[in-house]
């Protein structure tokens, strides 16, 4: 069952851009059925993960780029990072648009590779889980998410509802299409299988984890952080692990697509770097199976139920516009009086701020450091708290309580 991507117009406008195209993106969130389903009928589809192709693209690149022509997709291109150079000396030698789809999932190697052979020559776009627009049938008709009262009353009109029961089952089950889209398939053993295949395979190649029980510690660990600042020796600390260790394996995390680090707002670019950033989970059913959550209906009355919200929330948002083929100018803001917004989309100039919240009874206290923003040198525009409320409410002149479900 192929469903519509919001990616697809996109993908198919760059690639009559550029001579290469690369696909990112965490294992299984649907990289190859969704490149199967664009290819025409002459490129050819080549799977790195076939030992004796891998092989042959191994020791002898050329030879392998002579048996497999352009126009031709080749999957898991991280797997031969020396195939680059030699897809560079062909793409210069007959400079066509889109004679080459590549796939990979570990962007961590693959991007410098990328990055040193094909500058100028590739487009790369990232593809995440299923968003909750592509979910219902409508991921044609996506967008970037922005709280204005036109992009809010086009979502209104456009979108479903959805019960807090429905809402929940969706971030338990998480957005990896083997199971977004199956009921009846085994959640636990799909994540299950999921970590174990991602321990043996990308976290080997990516750090050499000699201790599996160890990674599988901290990945638990930062799980139950997803949504909160990141915290690098209490986070150590609790997965019994060095803080350098922490480190490294949280830019692992990264490199993959596991996890996404919002940074701190700064007008000084210098400053924003150095500020802790906050962790959030690309998959809130990944992260409710790492916290252990056994039930939709004990996650939405567990502990974790809001912060779990607020990780599908944001991952939500970041889709709309990495599906969009959009980069995604998102910040957090916190100032020295400890006062935070959740998140701040930065788009010509503008400040949209956005608080997320387990409420269905919003008001205005839960915006109220919205004000804050007035010394940033920067224009403010309408901000918005996602919440549980059934249809959208006016809070302030300026800001409107969202349902969640029309993210």
């Known amino acids: 069952m192929y469903v519509t991507r919001t990616l697809e117009n996109f993908f198919l406008k760059a690639t009559k851009q550029f001579p290469v195209m ?9 990289k190859t059925t969704f490149l199967q389903h664009l290819r025409e009928e002459r490129r050819k589809y080549v799977t790195l993960d076939d030992p004796l192709i891998l092989n042959l693209a191994r020791e002898d690149p050329a030879l392998f780029l002579q048996r497999f022509q352009p126009p031709v997709l080749i999957d898991e291109i991280q797997y031969a990072p020396n195939l680059l150079p030699y897809i560079k000396m062909s793409v210069d030698n007959d400079r066509r648009p889109g004679m080459f789809w590549l796939t990979g999932s570990q962007q961590f190697h693959l991007m410098k590779g990328v990055s040193e052979s094909l500058a100028g020559r590739v ?6 889980g299923l968003s909750r627009w592509e979910l219902s049938g409508k991921g044609d008709i996506s967008t970037p998410f922005i709280p204005t009262p036109e992009n809010i009353s086009q979502r209104e009109h456009s979108a479903g509802s959805l019960s807090l029961q429905e809402l929940y089952n ?11 889209l199956n009921d009846e398939a085994d959640r636990d053993l799909f994540y299950s299988s999921y970590t174990q295949t991602y321990l043996q395979r990308d976290v080997r190649d990516l750090a050499q984890v000699g201790d599996e029980l160890a990674f599988l510690r901290f990945l638990r660990a930062a799980a139950a952080r997803s949504a909160q600042l990141l915290n690098m020796v209490n986070l150590s600390r609790d997965a019994d692990i060095a803080p350098n260790t922490a480190k490294r394996w949280i830019s692992i995390l990264r490199a993959s697509g596991i996890a996404y680090l919002l940074e701190p707002y700064s ?4 400053k924003r770097l150095v500020k802790t950033p906050k962790l959030y989970f690309t998959d809130a059913g990944l992260c409710a199976w790492l916290t252990e959550w056994s039930s939709p209906k004990t996650l939405e009355a567990g502990a974790m139920s809001g912060p779990i919200l607020e990780t599908w929330i944001m991952g939500e948002v970041l889709k709309s516009w990495r599906h969009s083929g959009r980069p995604a100018p998102f910040y957090f803001y916190r100032d020295k009086d400890q006062k935070e917004i959740d998140l701040l989309i930065k788009q010509d100039g ?4 956005l608080e997320f919240k387990k409420t269905a009874s919003p008001n205005r206290h839960a915006v109220r450091y919205f004000g804050a923003l007035a010394k940033l040198d920067a224009q403010v525009g309408p901000g918005g708290l996602i919440c549980l409320v059934n249809q959208p409410l006016p809070l302030t002149p300026t800001t409107w309580a969202i349902p969640a479900g029309i993210i």
Not at 22 to 30: C, D, I
Not at 267 to 270: Q, R
Not at 350 to 353: F, L
């Open 22 to 30: 690369l696909l990112t993106g965490a294992r299984q969130v649907g």
């Open 123 to 128: 487009g790369v776009v990232e593809l995440m």
């Open 170 to 180: 969706i971030i338990w089950r998480g957005s990896f299409p083997a199971v977004a």
């Open 267 to 270: 007008a000084n670019v210098t």
């Open 350 to 353: 503008t400040i949209y701020p």
